[in-house]
């Protein structure tokens, strides 16, 4: 599977209009290859040089496979949002205090749809 932006390149900056500093949307972004018996996909979106360790700007599951684009979270429906580091689901949109951060968007190929409804805060900092 591949996935890109069309507003910014693999390890490029993250335009201001998509940080806390300017709009803070979401990130659009584009989904490639994804496997032909794939019953759902999930992702993570995260930042592992945050000061406090790892920070989960985004989680999502069940995405219809066949999207092959997620922009502004219009067309997700179905899939479900876990919590994120600042406990409550949704997108987070990067915000780092000083220096160079790296923003990992990691897609998964399931092949199953889960169970499972949004967890408590407690019990998604177990499962992710």
Not at 17 to 45: H, W
Not at 50 to 78: C, E, M, T, Y
Not at 89 to 102: F, M, N, R, T
Request: include cysteine; proline fraction near 8%; charged fraction near 25%.
């Amino acid at each position: 599977m591949k996935i890109e932006s069309d507003v910014f390149v693999n390890n490029g900056k993250i335009p201001i209009r998509y940080t806390c500093n300017g709009e803070g949307i979401q990130i659009p972004i584009k989904m490639f290859d994804v496997p032909k018996d794939a019953k759902s996909l999930a992702l993570i979106v995260d930042d592992p040089d945050a000061p406090n360790g790892d920070f989960v700007h985004w989680v999502v599951w069940n995405i219809d496979p066949k999207i092959s684009v997620i922009k502004n979270n219009n067309n997700i429906s179905g899939a479900t949002e876990g919590y994120t580091s600042l406990g409550k689901p949704g997108w987070v949109a990067p915000c780092p205090p000083s220096g160079i951060h790296h923003y990992n968007f990691k897609l998964f190929a399931l092949d199953t749809v889960l169970s499972m409804s949004k967890l408590e805060k407690k019990e998604s900092k177990r499962r992710y």
